[in-house]
């Protein structure tokens, strides 16, 4: 008989890449999960390590035998979820991870919803970036995750993972008063290639979005000031140091002579942003309510929704 825990070890090196991660991610030393590996590997009679130079990988058979704990673990989680379901009305723990923005602006007033509307449901929340949010997804840390798309999320057909587009947030303009462009009613990003920009800092996302619309745009931005926070960037541009891109679901600060102006033209810049749970999570009675609270939010929410045609 395979001891399950010794799978799960096992399935762990294969998404954090290193036995030392693995064991870190379900709180053991890294001796006792190499342990599990070895004693998994003797009742398979096959190797599941492979050394490569000081580190290891998974061997041939362990990828096949992942492949099969994956599909076992979805399909519990399914069996989970029609069980739940036979209970009626939403109840228990349901733990959600999401950005700062989406915290302040969805899951939390969702909380307050979610309380009223299911009163045996209790919701926690917890701040994670993408990257951090699945592997909480995949350590069962975390039951709904809202993520941004990036190239750096698991592939669509990763089969750990079901995710939902809930909504895309277009980028506004954002200028200081008196600005030239600040009394339209929308501009064009070719009409600012002269202007100096406030962006993201290297290997933000922020950054990325911007370079790649104002390249479509054809011109590459003048940049006069980089951060990390939205605060930040939005204070630069109130300092009049340039013009920035910032995401219409972003809350900028009250006190600051600032104007947003919608981006019009085939280049309007959008984040996608998706509700992320383990496969077979989704169908969780917890799950399907909160969706539906928070799908009613983002269609209440002024600007975001449906990712216009033809737009990226």
């Not at 000081?54 to 989680?77: F, K, N, P, T």
């Not at 750990?160 to 990003?189: I, K, M, S, Y």
């Not at 960037?233 to 600051?256: F, N, Q, S, T, Y």
């Amino acid at each position: 008989m395979i001891d399950l825990r010794r799978l799960h070890v096992l399935r762990a090196i294969a998404h954090h890449g290193t036995v030392s991660g693995a064991a870190k991610a379900l709180h053991m030393s890294t001796s006792a999960a190499s342990q599990q590996i070895r004693l998994l590997a003797k009742d398979l009679g096959v190797p599941l390590l492979e050394p490569v130079g000081r580190g290891v990988r998974l061997s041939s058979a362990a990828q096949v035998l992942i492949a099969h704990i994956d599909a076992i673990e979805a399909m519990w989680r399914l069996a989970e979820a029609e069980l739940q379901a036979t209970e009626g009305e939403p109840s228990g723990m349901l733990r959600l991870c999401g950005f700062p923005t989406a915290i302040a602006t969805l899951l939390a007033p969702l909380v307050d919803t979610a309380r009223d509307r299911h009163p045996a449901l209790e919701l926690r929340l917890r701040e994670a970036e993408a990257s951090e949010s699945f592997d909480l997804l995949f350590a069962g840390e975390a039951d709904l995750a809202l993520v941004e798309a990036t190239p750096d999320n698991p592939p669509p057909e990763d089969i750990r993972f079901d995710a939902q587009t809930v909504f895309n947030d277009p980028f506004d303009l954002v200028v200081p008063g008196g600005h030239w462009c600040a009394d339209g009613e929308a501009v064009d990003l070719r009409e600012l290639e002269r202007e100096p920009w406030i962006i993201g800092v290297p290997g933000s996302m922020h950054r990325r979005h911007v370079l790649t619309a104002c390249s479509n745009a054809g011109f590459r931005p003048t940049v006069h000031g980089e951060a990390r926070e939205w605060n930040v960037i939005a204070v630069m541009v109130a300092h009049k140091m340039g013009v920035a891109l910032i995401p219409r679901l972003v809350d900028l600060p009250h006190h600051l002579d600032l104007v947003r102006v919608p981006v019009s033209g085939p280049f309007t810049p959008f984040r996608h942003f998706r509700a992320v749970t383990l496969r077979g999570g989704a169908r969780r009675p917890s799950v399907a309510a909160v969706m539906e609270i928070l799908n009613e939010q983002v269609r209440a929410a002024e600007g975001i929704g449906p990712l216009p045609e033809n737009q990226s």
